[in-house]
Protein backbone atom coordinates (compact mmCIF):
# COMPACT_ATOMS: atom_id res chain seq x y z
CA UNK A 1 0.00 0.00 0.00
CA UNK A 2 3.50 2.17 1.20
CA UNK A 3 4.86 1.68 -2.52
CA UNK A 4 1.67 2.44 -3.77
CA UNK A 5 1.36 5.65 -2.35
CA UNK A 6 5.58 6.60 -2.88
CA UNK A 7 4.66 5.48 -6.73
CA UNK A 8 1.56 7.69 -7.15
CA UNK A 9 3.19 10.77 -5.75
CA UNK A 10 6.38 10.08 -7.87
CA UNK A 11 4.21 10.12 -10.82
CA UNK A 12 2.78 13.69 -9.14
CA UNK A 13 6.10 14.95 -8.86
CA UNK A 14 6.89 14.32 -12.45
CA UNK A 15 3.34 15.86 -13.45
CA UNK A 16 4.19 18.53 -11.44
CA UNK A 17 7.47 19.08 -13.07
CA UNK A 18 7.15 18.83 -16.75
CA UNK A 19 3.83 21.25 -15.62
CA UNK A 20 6.80 23.93 -14.92
CA UNK A 21 8.60 23.31 -17.32
CA UNK A 22 5.83 23.52 -20.25
CA UNK A 23 4.94 26.76 -18.20
CA UNK A 24 8.16 27.97 -18.22
CA UNK A 25 8.78 27.22 -21.56
CA UNK A 26 5.16 28.79 -22.84
CA UNK A 27 6.04 31.95 -20.19
CA UNK A 28 9.44 32.36 -22.53
CA UNK A 29 7.49 32.29 -25.73
CA UNK A 30 5.00 34.37 -24.79
CA UNK A 31 7.94 37.06 -23.44
CA UNK A 32 9.51 36.74 -26.78
CA UNK A 33 5.93 37.28 -28.65
CA UNK A 34 5.37 40.21 -26.51
CA UNK A 35 9.29 42.05 -26.92
CA UNK A 36 8.70 41.13 -30.40
CA UNK A 37 4.71 42.79 -30.45
CA UNK A 38 6.38 45.83 -28.73
CA UNK A 39 9.35 46.12 -30.93
CA UNK A 40 7.25 45.98 -34.06
CA UNK A 41 4.89 48.57 -32.44
CA UNK A 42 7.96 50.79 -32.00
CA UNK A 43 8.79 50.57 -35.81
CA UNK A 44 5.13 51.48 -36.71
CA UNK A 45 5.15 54.56 -34.88
CA UNK A 46 8.70 55.80 -36.02
CA UNK A 47 7.58 54.97 -39.43
CA UNK A 48 4.45 56.45 -39.15
CA UNK A 49 5.68 59.48 -37.83
CA UNK A 50 7.94 60.00 -40.68
CA UNK A 51 5.26 59.41 -43.25
CA UNK A 52 3.30 62.09 -41.34
CA UNK A 53 6.41 64.49 -41.74
CA UNK A 54 7.13 63.90 -45.00
CA UNK A 55 3.26 64.77 -46.17
CA UNK A 56 2.75 67.64 -44.09
CA UNK A 57 6.13 69.22 -43.39
CA UNK A 58 6.72 73.41 -44.96
CA UNK A 59 9.67 71.97 -46.15
CA UNK A 60 10.01 69.38 -49.13
CA UNK A 61 12.78 66.75 -47.03
CA UNK A 62 13.39 63.36 -48.51
CA UNK A 63 13.04 60.04 -46.73
CA UNK A 64 16.92 60.19 -46.67
CA UNK A 65 17.31 63.24 -44.78
CA UNK A 66 14.52 62.24 -42.28
CA UNK A 67 16.25 58.93 -41.59
CA UNK A 68 19.65 61.02 -40.91
CA UNK A 69 17.90 63.23 -38.84
CA UNK A 70 16.31 60.43 -36.60
CA UNK A 71 19.89 58.94 -36.20
CA UNK A 72 21.61 61.99 -35.79
CA UNK A 73 19.07 63.08 -32.83
CA UNK A 74 18.58 59.19 -31.08
CA UNK A 75 22.78 58.99 -31.07
CA UNK A 76 23.12 62.40 -29.18
CA UNK A 77 20.32 61.80 -27.17
CA UNK A 78 22.09 58.49 -25.89
CA UNK A 79 25.06 59.95 -24.16
CA UNK A 80 27.45 63.29 -24.85
CA UNK A 81 29.76 60.79 -26.62
CA UNK A 82 27.91 59.00 -29.26
CA UNK A 83 26.81 60.22 -32.39
CA UNK A 84 25.70 59.46 -36.02
CA UNK A 85 28.63 59.86 -38.42
CA UNK A 86 27.23 60.73 -42.17
CA UNK A 87 29.49 60.42 -45.01
CA UNK A 88 31.07 63.49 -44.71
CA UNK A 89 31.65 63.26 -41.22
CA UNK A 90 33.06 59.55 -41.10
CA UNK A 91 35.65 61.34 -43.75
CA UNK A 92 36.66 64.34 -41.58
CA UNK A 93 37.17 61.11 -38.47
CA UNK A 94 39.40 59.33 -40.99
CA UNK A 95 41.43 62.40 -41.82
CA UNK A 96 41.81 63.29 -38.14
CA UNK A 97 43.27 59.52 -36.85
CA UNK A 98 45.08 59.10 -40.34
CA UNK A 99 46.04 62.53 -42.14
CA UNK A 100 47.97 65.28 -41.35
CA UNK A 101 46.15 68.79 -40.48
CA UNK A 102 46.46 72.53 -38.84
CA UNK A 103 44.76 72.53 -35.80
CA UNK A 104 44.77 74.61 -32.38
CA UNK A 105 45.55 72.23 -30.03
CA UNK A 106 42.78 71.59 -27.63
CA UNK A 107 40.65 68.41 -26.72
CA UNK A 108 37.45 69.00 -26.37
CA UNK A 109 34.48 67.16 -24.83
CA UNK A 110 30.88 67.99 -23.40
CA UNK A 111 29.92 69.16 -20.35
CA UNK A 112 26.31 69.82 -18.96
CA UNK A 113 25.34 70.46 -23.02
CA UNK A 114 27.97 72.97 -23.39
CA UNK A 115 31.20 72.69 -25.66
CA UNK A 116 33.79 72.46 -23.01
CA UNK A 117 37.93 72.99 -23.41
CA UNK A 118 38.92 69.58 -21.25
CA UNK A 119 42.84 70.80 -22.41
CA UNK A 120 45.05 72.86 -24.05
CA UNK A 121 48.06 70.67 -25.35
CA UNK A 122 51.67 71.68 -23.95
CA UNK A 123 53.08 74.25 -26.41
CA UNK A 124 50.64 74.28 -29.24
CA UNK A 125 48.46 77.39 -30.45
CA UNK A 126 45.87 77.35 -27.77
CA UNK A 127 47.81 76.80 -25.14
CA UNK A 128 50.05 80.30 -26.64
CA UNK A 129 47.02 82.07 -26.53
CA UNK A 130 45.97 81.15 -23.49
CA UNK A 131 42.86 78.74 -23.55
CA UNK A 132 42.20 77.21 -20.37
CA UNK A 133 40.85 73.86 -19.39
CA UNK A 134 37.07 74.45 -18.25
CA UNK A 135 36.68 77.37 -20.53
CA UNK A 136 33.60 76.92 -22.84
CA UNK A 137 33.54 77.43 -26.32
CA UNK A 138 30.43 79.53 -27.36
CA UNK A 139 31.35 80.42 -30.86
CA UNK A 140 33.60 78.78 -33.74
CA UNK A 141 34.28 82.38 -35.52
CA UNK A 142 30.57 83.42 -36.60
CA UNK A 143 28.99 79.77 -35.84
CA UNK A 144 27.11 79.41 -32.52
CA UNK A 145 28.37 75.80 -31.22
CA UNK A 146 24.83 75.98 -29.35
CA UNK A 147 23.79 71.75 -30.70
CA UNK A 148 26.78 71.28 -32.15
CA UNK A 149 27.87 68.09 -32.10
CA UNK A 150 32.16 67.48 -30.93
CA UNK A 151 32.78 66.19 -34.45
CA UNK A 152 30.92 69.12 -35.91
CA UNK A 153 33.06 71.44 -33.49
CA UNK A 154 36.91 69.73 -34.08
CA UNK A 155 36.27 69.92 -38.13
CA UNK A 156 35.30 73.51 -38.05
CA UNK A 157 38.32 73.85 -35.76
CA UNK A 158 40.72 72.08 -38.18
CA UNK A 159 42.12 73.46 -41.33
CA UNK A 160 44.98 74.62 -43.20
CA UNK A 161 47.88 75.70 -41.45
CA UNK A 162 48.40 79.36 -40.81
CA UNK A 163 44.74 80.31 -41.28
CA UNK A 164 43.82 82.46 -38.38
CA UNK A 165 40.40 81.47 -35.88
CA UNK A 166 38.05 83.05 -33.65
CA UNK A 167 36.98 81.77 -30.57
CA UNK A 168 34.47 83.07 -28.48
CA UNK A 169 34.74 81.43 -24.74
CA UNK A 170 32.66 81.90 -21.15
CA UNK A 171 35.40 81.56 -18.38
CA UNK A 172 34.58 80.91 -14.58
CA UNK A 173 35.40 84.39 -13.02
CA UNK A 174 35.23 86.60 -16.10
CA UNK A 175 32.88 88.93 -16.07
CA UNK A 176 31.35 89.26 -19.98
CA UNK A 177 33.15 86.57 -22.71
CA UNK A 178 36.71 86.32 -24.01
CA UNK A 179 37.92 86.73 -27.44
CA UNK A 180 40.78 84.18 -28.53
CA UNK A 181 42.43 84.74 -31.55
CA UNK A 182 44.22 81.46 -32.65
CA UNK A 183 46.48 80.72 -36.04
CA UNK A 184 46.31 77.26 -36.90
CA UNK A 185 49.75 74.97 -37.42
CA UNK A 186 50.51 71.26 -37.42
CA UNK A 187 50.31 69.52 -33.92
CA UNK A 188 53.28 68.25 -33.06
CA UNK A 189 53.14 66.91 -29.62
CA UNK A 190 56.08 66.23 -27.44
CA UNK A 191 54.41 63.61 -24.74
CA UNK A 192 57.16 62.93 -22.16
CA UNK A 193 59.47 65.17 -20.82
CA UNK A 194 61.51 65.52 -17.57
CA UNK A 195 63.50 67.84 -14.99
CA UNK A 196 65.30 67.68 -11.99
CA UNK A 197 64.23 69.42 -8.68
CA UNK A 198 66.67 69.91 -6.01
CA UNK A 199 69.46 67.45 -7.44
CA UNK A 200 67.26 64.11 -6.07
CA UNK A 201 63.43 64.46 -7.14
CA UNK A 202 62.58 64.27 -10.91
CA UNK A 203 59.54 66.06 -12.71
CA UNK A 204 58.00 63.78 -15.12
CA UNK A 205 55.79 65.81 -17.44
CA UNK A 206 53.30 63.84 -19.54
CA UNK A 207 51.06 65.78 -21.95
CA UNK A 208 49.32 63.02 -23.31
CA UNK A 209 49.49 58.98 -23.77
CA UNK A 210 50.71 57.90 -27.08
CA UNK A 211 52.43 55.06 -27.95
CA UNK A 212 55.81 55.51 -26.45
CA UNK A 213 54.78 57.09 -23.39
CA UNK A 214 55.59 54.03 -21.07
CA UNK A 215 58.82 53.72 -22.86
CA UNK A 216 60.15 57.15 -22.25
CA UNK A 217 58.63 57.74 -18.53
CA UNK A 218 60.87 53.89 -18.32
CA UNK A 219 63.78 55.84 -19.91
CA UNK A 220 64.16 59.12 -17.93
CA UNK A 221 63.71 57.38 -14.74
CA UNK A 222 66.45 54.69 -15.86
CA UNK A 223 68.75 57.49 -16.62
CA UNK A 224 68.91 59.37 -13.00
CA UNK A 225 67.93 56.15 -10.74
CA UNK A 226 70.49 56.63 -8.85
CA UNK A 227 70.52 59.98 -7.77
CA UNK A 228 66.05 60.41 -7.67
CA UNK A 229 64.54 59.72 -4.30
CA UNK A 230 60.96 60.97 -5.62
CA UNK A 231 59.44 61.56 -8.60
CA UNK A 232 56.60 63.65 -9.11
CA UNK A 233 53.83 63.08 -12.49
CA UNK A 234 52.56 65.64 -13.92
CA UNK A 235 49.14 64.94 -15.51
CA UNK A 236 47.62 68.78 -15.57
CA UNK A 237 45.89 69.02 -18.82
CA UNK A 238 46.42 65.80 -19.97
CA UNK A 239 43.60 64.48 -22.29
CA UNK A 240 44.25 61.31 -22.43
CA UNK A 241 44.96 58.85 -25.19
CA UNK A 242 45.60 55.29 -25.74
CA UNK A 243 44.60 52.71 -22.82
CA UNK A 244 47.42 50.53 -23.22
CA UNK A 245 49.62 53.03 -22.12
CA UNK A 246 48.16 54.43 -19.19
CA UNK A 247 48.14 50.89 -17.82
CA UNK A 248 51.71 50.11 -18.74
CA UNK A 249 52.43 53.60 -16.70
CA UNK A 250 50.69 52.13 -13.69
CA UNK A 251 52.55 48.87 -13.59
CA UNK A 252 55.84 50.81 -13.81
CA UNK A 253 55.17 51.85 -10.71
CA UNK A 254 52.43 49.08 -9.40
CA UNK A 255 53.59 45.31 -8.34
CA UNK A 256 50.51 43.56 -8.75
CA UNK A 257 46.85 44.13 -8.33
CA UNK A 258 43.87 45.35 -10.43
CA UNK A 259 44.87 48.53 -12.19
CA UNK A 260 41.38 49.20 -14.55
CA UNK A 261 38.30 46.96 -15.45
CA UNK A 262 36.32 47.65 -18.64
CA UNK A 263 32.57 46.88 -17.80
CA UNK A 264 29.81 46.67 -21.08
CA UNK A 265 26.30 45.25 -21.42
CA UNK A 266 27.80 42.55 -23.21
CA UNK A 267 30.44 39.98 -21.77
CA UNK A 268 32.70 40.13 -24.74
CA UNK A 269 33.44 44.37 -23.51
CA UNK A 270 34.62 43.19 -19.66
CA UNK A 271 38.06 43.33 -19.74
CA UNK A 272 40.20 43.43 -16.51
CA UNK A 273 43.90 45.06 -16.85
CA UNK A 274 46.12 44.15 -13.64
CA UNK A 275 49.71 44.93 -12.97
CA UNK A 276 52.79 42.48 -12.74
CA UNK A 277 55.85 42.78 -10.26
CA UNK A 278 57.99 42.17 -13.72
CA UNK A 279 57.54 45.57 -14.64
CA UNK A 280 58.29 47.31 -12.09
CA UNK A 281 60.71 50.29 -12.99
CA UNK A 282 60.99 52.21 -9.36
CA UNK A 283 59.45 52.21 -5.82
CA UNK A 284 60.29 55.80 -4.78
CA UNK A 285 57.89 58.27 -3.23
CA UNK A 286 55.59 59.58 -5.83
CA UNK A 287 53.25 62.69 -6.23
CA UNK A 288 50.77 63.09 -9.22
CA UNK A 289 49.67 66.89 -10.12
CA UNK A 290 46.05 66.48 -12.04
CA UNK A 291 43.26 69.33 -12.93
CA UNK A 292 40.22 69.79 -14.53
CA UNK A 293 42.07 69.22 -18.19
CA UNK A 294 42.89 65.87 -16.79
CA UNK A 295 40.24 63.12 -18.65
CA UNK A 296 40.11 59.56 -19.72
CA UNK A 297 43.81 57.66 -19.15
CA UNK A 298 44.88 59.97 -17.42
CA UNK A 299 42.24 59.73 -14.90
CA UNK A 300 42.67 55.94 -14.84
CA UNK A 301 46.73 56.34 -14.19
CA UNK A 302 46.02 58.90 -11.26
CA UNK A 303 42.83 57.28 -10.23
CA UNK A 304 44.58 53.63 -10.04
CA UNK A 305 47.51 54.85 -7.85
CA UNK A 306 45.52 56.11 -5.72
CA UNK A 307 43.50 53.42 -4.76
CA UNK A 308 46.62 51.22 -4.71
CA UNK A 309 48.02 54.26 -2.14
CA UNK A 310 51.04 54.18 -4.26
CA UNK A 311 50.78 57.83 -4.74
CA UNK A 312 49.40 61.19 -3.57
CA UNK A 313 47.35 62.78 -5.62
CA UNK A 314 47.69 67.49 -5.50
CA UNK A 315 45.62 69.59 -7.55
CA UNK A 316 41.87 69.90 -8.60
CA UNK A 317 39.38 67.23 -9.75
CA UNK A 318 40.17 65.44 -12.61
CA UNK A 319 37.24 65.79 -15.97
CA UNK A 320 35.55 62.94 -15.61
CA UNK A 321 35.74 60.72 -18.99
CA UNK A 322 35.36 57.80 -18.07
CA UNK A 323 33.64 55.84 -21.29
CA UNK A 324 34.83 53.25 -23.65
CA UNK A 325 33.89 54.49 -27.65
CA UNK A 326 33.91 52.42 -30.22
CA UNK A 327 33.43 53.30 -34.24
CA UNK A 328 30.57 50.85 -36.22
CA UNK A 329 30.23 51.04 -39.89
CA UNK A 330 26.40 50.82 -40.80
CA UNK A 331 27.50 51.21 -44.79
CA UNK A 332 30.81 51.35 -46.12
CA UNK A 333 30.49 55.55 -46.08
CA UNK A 334 28.29 55.82 -43.02
CA UNK A 335 29.11 54.98 -39.56
CA UNK A 336 27.60 55.23 -35.57
CA UNK A 337 30.59 56.15 -32.27
CA UNK A 338 28.74 54.60 -29.65
CA UNK A 339 29.74 54.12 -25.81
CA UNK A 340 29.77 50.47 -25.33
CA UNK A 341 31.39 50.48 -21.84
CA UNK A 342 32.69 52.12 -18.25
CA UNK A 343 36.25 52.21 -16.81
CA UNK A 344 36.26 51.34 -13.30
CA UNK A 345 39.17 51.90 -10.96
CA UNK A 346 40.28 49.17 -8.74
CA UNK A 347 38.34 50.31 -5.37
CA UNK A 348 35.12 49.96 -8.25
CA UNK A 349 34.37 53.48 -8.37
CA UNK A 350 33.15 54.93 -11.56
CA UNK A 351 35.41 58.02 -13.08
CA UNK A 352 32.63 59.00 -15.58
CA UNK A 353 31.53 62.49 -14.78
CA UNK A 354 32.56 62.40 -11.78
CA UNK A 355 36.27 62.03 -11.78
CA UNK A 356 38.86 61.62 -9.62
CA UNK A 357 39.41 64.12 -6.31
CA UNK A 358 43.27 64.86 -5.54
CA UNK A 359 44.36 63.72 -1.95
CA UNK A 360 45.28 67.59 -1.51
CA UNK A 361 43.45 70.17 -2.83
CA UNK A 362 45.63 72.78 -4.27
CA UNK A 363 44.21 76.05 -6.49
CA UNK A 364 46.76 77.24 -9.25
CA UNK A 365 48.41 80.54 -8.80
CA UNK A 366 51.99 82.19 -7.97
CA UNK A 367 53.40 82.05 -4.70
CA UNK A 368 53.79 85.56 -3.33
CA UNK A 369 56.99 86.05 -1.54
CA UNK A 370 58.59 89.56 0.25
CA UNK A 371 61.97 90.16 0.04
CA UNK A 372 63.68 91.95 2.83
CA UNK A 373 65.46 94.73 1.30
CA UNK A 374 67.28 95.67 4.50
CA UNK A 375 68.50 92.10 5.27
CA UNK A 376 72.05 91.06 4.00
CA UNK A 377 73.55 87.66 4.11
CA UNK A 378 76.69 85.92 3.26
CA UNK A 379 75.01 84.57 -0.12
CA UNK A 380 74.17 88.21 -0.88
CA UNK A 381 78.05 89.71 -0.14
CA UNK A 382 79.11 86.77 -2.19
CA UNK A 383 77.23 87.87 -5.20
CA UNK A 384 77.89 91.65 -4.66
CA UNK A 385 81.80 90.42 -4.51
CA UNK A 386 81.43 88.41 -7.75
CA UNK A 387 79.91 91.43 -9.44
CA UNK A 388 83.25 93.72 -8.72
CA UNK A 389 85.34 90.70 -10.03
CA UNK A 390 83.85 90.55 -13.50
CA UNK A 391 84.14 94.04 -13.82
CA UNK A 392 87.62 93.24 -13.38
CA UNK A 393 88.31 89.68 -14.97
CA UNK A 394 85.32 89.91 -17.17
CA UNK A 395 82.08 88.20 -17.17
CA UNK A 396 82.06 84.25 -18.22
CA UNK A 397 80.30 83.36 -20.73
CA UNK A 398 77.76 80.19 -20.39
CA UNK A 399 78.47 77.69 -22.47
CA UNK A 400 75.89 75.05 -24.10
CA UNK A 401 76.66 73.00 -21.95
CA UNK A 402 75.83 75.28 -19.06
CA UNK A 403 72.14 75.91 -20.99
CA UNK A 404 71.51 72.92 -21.44
CA UNK A 405 72.12 71.92 -18.34
CA UNK A 406 69.89 74.89 -16.68
CA UNK A 407 66.83 73.54 -18.92
CA UNK A 408 66.98 70.30 -17.30
CA UNK A 409 66.23 72.14 -13.56
CA UNK A 410 62.98 73.57 -12.44
CA UNK A 411 64.72 76.45 -9.84
CA UNK A 412 62.96 77.76 -7.04
CA UNK A 413 61.81 80.25 -8.62
CA UNK A 414 59.91 78.41 -10.71
CA UNK A 415 58.33 76.70 -8.41
CA UNK A 416 57.29 80.19 -6.47
CA UNK A 417 55.00 80.38 -9.63
CA UNK A 418 53.17 77.14 -9.85
CA UNK A 419 52.57 76.76 -6.60
CA UNK A 420 51.03 73.12 -7.31
CA UNK A 421 54.20 71.91 -8.18
CA UNK A 422 55.76 73.19 -4.83
CA UNK A 423 53.44 71.46 -3.12
CA UNK A 424 54.13 68.40 -4.82
CA UNK A 425 57.45 69.22 -4.03
CA UNK A 426 57.06 70.00 -0.21
CA UNK A 427 55.12 66.20 -0.19
CA UNK A 428 57.55 64.44 -1.84
CA UNK A 429 60.19 65.45 0.66
CA UNK A 430 58.44 64.94 3.11
CA UNK A 431 57.51 61.10 1.98
CA UNK A 432 60.78 60.67 1.57
CA UNK A 433 61.78 61.61 5.27
CA UNK A 434 59.62 59.21 6.03
CA UNK A 435 60.65 56.38 4.00
CA UNK A 436 64.24 57.15 5.84
Known sequence: MKNKKFITLGFASVATSIALMFSSSLFAESSIKDAQASRLQALEKFTKVISIVQQYDVDDVTIEELIDKALDGMMKNLDAHSNYLTEKDYKRLKVQTEGEFGGLGITVGMKDGALTVISPIDGTPADKAGLKAGDIILKIDDKSTIGMTIDEAVSLMRGKVGEPIDLLIVREGELKPLSIHIVRDIIKIESVHAKVINNDILYIRVASFDKKVVEDVAKEINKRKASTKGIILD?????????????????????????????????????????????????????????????????????????????????ENTFGKGSVQVVLPITKTEAIKLTIARYYLPSGRTIQAVGVKPDVVVIPGELKTHKNEFAIKEADLKKHLQEELEKVDGKKEETKEDKKDKKDIITPEMLNKDIQLKEAVDIIKALVIMKG
Open 235 to 315: LRNNPGGLLDQAVGLVDSFVDSGVIVSQKGRRKIENKTYSAHASNTVTKVPLVVLINGGSASASEIVSGALQDHKRAVLVG
